[in-house]
């Protein structure tokens, strides 16, 4: 027996309402939200090591947040699988923080952001000096065991100009107008301006779901 009209638009729109639900109880279940826990870039950026999950970090040494961020990102990094890359990319939003990129990368060039990189962010916000040009730089360095003419030479050299130029280039690509700010695997970024991760932990909590998430992904296409 054919069913009537009124039943079939009945069993319809059952049928909508369960697959509403368990949309929303799928979206329920993620801890973190498109746009409110972590935003899209409208285009991806492209990145390195096939394979991996990709974490890049966009700060500024003078920045107050970031300093806030880095004990608990160290550990954080300290503790990622084989298949996580982290990367830091230090801003440029004026003219003024170029030393402060080359520095970074000239660290980066010398093995030393290992063991300096909390160092400096110490000096700055804790011990109260600056650290805004070459020669300030160099003096301080000297008493970390970096000469500073293999400082000065390396801060002056094509290829840490070139990263910085590099670095600038990928703060724009990314549209980053805040630090710090996290991106995983040039797709999505985190933020504390984000409700869902206004604070430090949250922000890598948001950043270990995307990287689960990214990591899911690419292991459903080998």
């Keep these: 027996m054919n069913e009537h009209p009124i039943q079939r638009l009945l069993a319809l729109l059952a049928m909508l309402l369960a697959i509403a639900a368990g949309s929303t109880i799928t979206q329920a279940a993620a801890p973190f939200q498109k746009d409110t826990g972590y935003n899209e870039l409208s285009a991806r950026q ?3 090591h ?3 999950v990709v974490v890049t970090e966009f700060f500024w040494y003078n920045c107050p947040h ?7 990102l160290d550990a954080w990094v300290r503790t990622q699988p084989s298949y996580v890359v ?3 990319v230090p801003v440029a939003f004026t003219a003024q923080f170029i030393p402060q990129q080359k520095l970074y990368y000239t660290l980066l060039a010398l093995g030393k952001v290992d063991s300096l990189q909390g160092a400096v962010f110490q000096a700055i916000h804790e011990q109260h000096i600056a650290l805004n040009t070459p020669d300030q730089m160099a003096t301080w360095l000297a008493a970390h065991g970096i000469a500073r003419q293999t400082f000065l030479a390396t801060f002056n050299s094509f290829g840490v100009a070139m990263q910085a130029r590099r670095a600038t280039q990928m703060m724009k690509d990314y549209g980053i107008d805040g630090v710090p700010t996290m991106a995983v695997e ?4 985190v933020s504390g301006d984000l409700p869902q991760t206004p ?8 950043v270990d779901y995307l990287v689960g998430q990214v990591h899911a992904q690419q292991a459903s296409v080998r």
């Design 86 to 88: 982290v990367e830091r």
């Design 186 to 189: 040039g797709t999505y970024e």
């Design 46 to 48: 492209p990145v390195g």
């Design 50 to 52: 096939p394979g991996k």
């Design 199 to 206: 604070t430090d932990e949250r922000i890598l909590k948001a």
């Design 66 to 72: 970031c300093n806030a961020l880095e004990p608990e």
